[in-house]
Structure formats: C-alpha cells, structure tokens
C-alpha cells in the first residue's frame, strides 16, 4: 500500500497563512476519503480536515471558517489551506488515506488505514 506523502510544511507568524499538499497513491480506487490531522506537542492526533470523493469536506470545530481542504483534478493531490494561524495550531500535520462507508467518521483516526509521515507546521507569536 503506498503511503501518502505530505509537504509544504513550514514555520509561519500568528495570523499568517500556509498551505500544505497530500499527495496520496494514484490508485484512487482504494480509498474515498483523504484526512488531515495533526499532533501537537503533549496532546494527542487529532482530526483536522476531511475530503470525501462525493465532493464534502469535514472540518474540527477548532479549524472551521479558518481551514480549507481542497482537492485537485488529480483526486490523489489534496491540499489544506490554513488561515489566520495561531500557535495552536502549531503540530505535526499528517495526511490518511482510508475506505469509510460513515461519513460521520470522516475525522476518525481509526477510520484511516495509510498513513504519511508528517509535515511540520509551526506558528510562532
């Protein structure tokens, strides 16, 4: 199973923007959701952002208004937008792939079976 791979990570003021990419397997047919999650430091992953192939994005309450998930013509490429950044939202970010037949899921970790390695984002005061 190929993982996916995150980038465009990076460090970033509080109230800046940044935009990181999933590039996930181009065998699309093995899943039909794309996640965003993230870790922080001491805490644990949490979901973030989700991508349905129906078309539906999921947001965490926390990222709502502020976070965009977007996905190419090119459904293996999914991007998070990330606006009006705090420390808070200062983590490692990671991209999943998974088959989920609930939508109330979508920000499930547990619904995710391929994982990235992480991209580090990092909003400084």
């Known amino acids: 199973q190929v993982q996916p791979v995150e980038s465009g990570g990076g460090s970033v003021q509080a109230g800046g923007s940044l935009r990181i990419l999933c590039t996930a397997s181009?065998?699309?047919?093995?899943?039909?959701?794309v996640g965003w999650f993230r870790r922080a430091p001491g805490k644990a992953r949490e979901g973030v952002a989700s991508y349905s192939d129906a078309g539906y994005a999921f947001y965490a309450d926390s990222v709502k208004g502020r976070f965009t998930i977007s996905r190419e013509n090119a459904k293996n490429r999914v991007y998070l937008q990330m606006k009006s950044l705090t420390p808070e939202d200062t983590a490692v970010y990671y991209c999943a792939t998974g088959r989920i037949a609930q939508w109330e899921r979508a920000l499930d970790l547990d619904a995710y079976t391929s994982w990235g390695q992480g991209t580090q984002v990092t909003v400084s005061s």
């Open positions: 181009e065998y699309v047919e093995s899943y039909n959701y």
